[in-house]
């Protein structure tokens, strides 16, 4: 495809950043904010229904959900769940402590506090919650934050409780656990005023160390952004779930590409002037398939299920187009059929014969459906509901591309690219949450909350510059890393160069995770220790690295049995001595022939025994001293 122009496009983009805050208790229970490791203690099941609002409407998001008919399995341990989760047992009030996080961010943002807090109630029927809505309430309004000049304006700032923990899906159910349910979350939602993938990435950068500067949980899972994203003539589509910031841009950038793709296929089903109310009752094929080599159609076959097709008229060659990179008009379709038929996919003629269907199959499908060259056919295979739900899914969707692209709910893949999940939620799904008593937030308070507002992370860069001599590279690491505080603290304690110290913490730490390294594992008492060990000479730097990895895969044992296991004890004068001796009596042909010329190969030598065990100009000037000795010797 080629470049875009996004200004010529009409994109815009608005963020919406959640982010898990680092509280002592969930947001309307006394139980830890964490996740378990324990085995689960009890376990529920649940079906939730949609209920019409006060003005009488159905949520169309809640509705879709209801109708795909699944059930829910719940399961939760004592020690992070109580009956509050279950929703057996009225919430508690809110978590004054999350509020108060809340209310510091968004006096960073210059947000303007509401005077009451009001929860309200969120209709979600995805199972994600027991009570089928989510509880969340405005916490701020406006504010702005700057990006390379730009001021972004910020709408809302939030504070709801997060869902609970999906573990798996098999078909009709689909499991949960209970931990991460009522965690308190942030929700910070951006002016559609992005106007490109790059300017996406930068502005979730910036408000993402907003958070870190305040009390915030880290690590991945703990932060997911949002994007709604929209193009002239296209649709307004949030993804949902982007939990790396490498991947805003590139989410951005793919959802444009499959937006201008779809115009582009429907540009081409106009010039057909095709009648966009074609509809077609599925037709069971089954019996072209009685003696088929195609194993997914064999053992639905085998299993009970049938082999239905639709016609899709004129649509030949089009499910095959490329919408964005891994992602085709046929894959559309099939997120389509998944969800609302509950199969495992679809299989069209744009890439037929294949997957064992023959060529005489598919000749025999295009007879039976009377489809010629232009048209494409659609089969699937499975139980008949689902195999009808799932055809008239994909029926609806091709007849919607001949008229425009649907607003939806997309969820993020890990390349950036996307899937449908469900439409676009409806103006009646919010409602007030009468079990829960409004906060007042007092001019008083907010005025105490101002004097402890965190250093802003700008501000914190610039002063890492002049008080460390950091260049910007390695500031900026730090500020993006989990460990600026700690960074401050050692430098405090130890004299080692402060560009040492911060590579360290980020570039070193970074490049063992790449490798496997589970650098989690390392506290922060255990990496100021490691310095403390430098700085007193009983360590040298360049084992950082190796001490490190040791470290996180032996958790119980201490550093100086990592430095004793790994050989990397500082030589003593004693052992350097006898060390220079034993390679003066090795070599001694080698200084009878080259004199003090032989300094240099002995010198690499005792390194490959010494290095990083003791300091080389130490090495190099007790070596001298030997070789002129031995050659005073031999004169």
Avoid at 360 to 371: D, G, K, Q
Wanted: with cysteine; hydrophobic share 40%; proline share 3%.
């Amino acid at each position: 495809m080629k470049k875009i122009d996004y200004y010529e496009v009409g994109l815009k983009v608005g963020l919406e950043i959640h982010q898990q805050l680092d509280t002592s208790k969930k947001l309307f229970c006394s139980c830890p904010a964490m996740l378990s490791a324990d085995e689960s203690d009890f376990e529920f099941y649940r079906r939730l229904r949609p209920t019409q609002s006060e003005m009488g409407e159905v949520d169309p998001a809640a509705l879709f959900e209801y109708q795909r008919g699944r059930d829910f399995k719940y399961e939760g341990d004592h020690r992070t769940n109580c009956l509050v989760e279950m929703d057996e047992e009225p919430p508690h009030d809110l978590n004054r402590e999350a509020l108060d996080i809340c209310l510091t961010i968004a006096l960073m943002l210059d947000s303007r506090p509401i005077d009451e807090v009001h929860v309200m109630r969120k209709t979600v029927i995805d199972g994600s919650n027991t009570t089928g809505f989510q509880r969340t309430c405005i916490i701020a309004v406006g504010g702005s934050i700057e990006v390379d000049g730009k001021s972004i304006p910020i709408q809302t700032i939030c504070l709801e409780e997060d869902a609970a923990r999906k573990i798996k899906d098999d078909g009709s159910m689909t499991h949960y656990r209970l931990d991460r349910l009522c965690v308190p979350l942030i929700e910070i939602a951006t002016a559609p005023v992005i106007y490109s993938p790059q300017e996406a990435e930068k502005v979730a950068l910036a408000l993402g160390r907003i958070l870190r500067a305040t009390k915030v949980k880290r690590g991945l899972g703990s932060i997911r952004q949002d994007l709604n994203i929209s193009i002239k003539n296209g649709a307004l589509v949030e993804v949902k779930g982007v939990q790396q910031l490498n991947l805003v841009s590139k989410v951005v950038e793919y959802e444009v590409q499959r937006q201008i793709s779809l115009l582009n296929i429907l540009n081409e089903l106009t010039k057909k002037e095709i009648n966009g109310e074609f509809s077609f009752t599925p037709l069971n094929i089954s019996g072209i398939f009685k003696e088929t080599n195609c194993q997914v159609i064999r053992q639905s076959l085998q299993n009970g299920g049938l082999v239905l097709a639709i016609k899709l008229p004129k649509f030949a060659g089009l499910l095959k187009k490329e919408l964005s990179p891994s992602v085709r008009f046929g894959t559309e379709l099939a997120d389509y059929a998944n969800f609302w038929g509950r199969v495992k996919g679809i299989f069209h003629t744009d890439e037929l014969p294949a997957f064992g269907i023959s060529n005489e199959e598919v000749n025999r499908l295009r007879e039976a459906t009377n489809a010629d060259k232009d048209d494409a056919v659609v089969i699937v295979t499975g139980q008949k509901k689902n195999a009808v739900d799932a055809l008239n899914a994909v029926l609806e969707r091709a007849k919607n591309s001949l008229k425009l692209i649907p607003n939806e709910t997309r969820g993020a893949n890990l390349d950036g690219s996307t899937h449908y999940s469900r439409p676009r939620p409806g103006a009646a799904r919010m409602y007030p949450e009468t079990d829960i008593t409004s906060v007042p937030i007092s001019f008083n308070h907010i005025i105490d909350l101002k004097k402890k507002i965190p250093e802003n992370p700008q501000h914190r860069i610039n002063r890492l510059m002049k008080d460390h001599n950091l260049n910007e590279k390695l500031a900026n690491q730090l500020i993006d890393s989990e460990y600026v505080d700690l960074f401050e603290i050692i430098t405090r304690r130890v004299s080692i160069s402060p560009s040492f110290i911060a590579a360290s913490l980020t570039e070193t730490l970074k490049s063992l995770q790449r490798e496997g390294v589970t650098i989690e594992a390392l506290s922060e008492d255990t990496l100021l220790e490691i310095f403390e060990t430098i700085q007193k000479g009983e360590m040298a730097k360049e084992f950082f690295s190796e001490i490190s990895t040791w470290l996180s895969k032996n958790l119980n044992f201490s550093l100086k049995e990592a430095i004793d296991s790994l050989g990397l004890k500082m030589l003593s004068d004693e052992e350097l001595d006898r060390l220079l001796e034993k390679v003066i009596a090795d070599n001694k042909e080698l200084i009878i022939e080259r004199g003090s010329s032989s300094h240099g190969v002995l010198m690499g030598i005792v390194m490959k025994f010494a290095r990083g065990r003791v300091d080389a100009s130490i090495v190099s000037k007790n070596l001298v001293k030997k070789i002129n000795e031995k050659i005073n010797k031999q004169t």
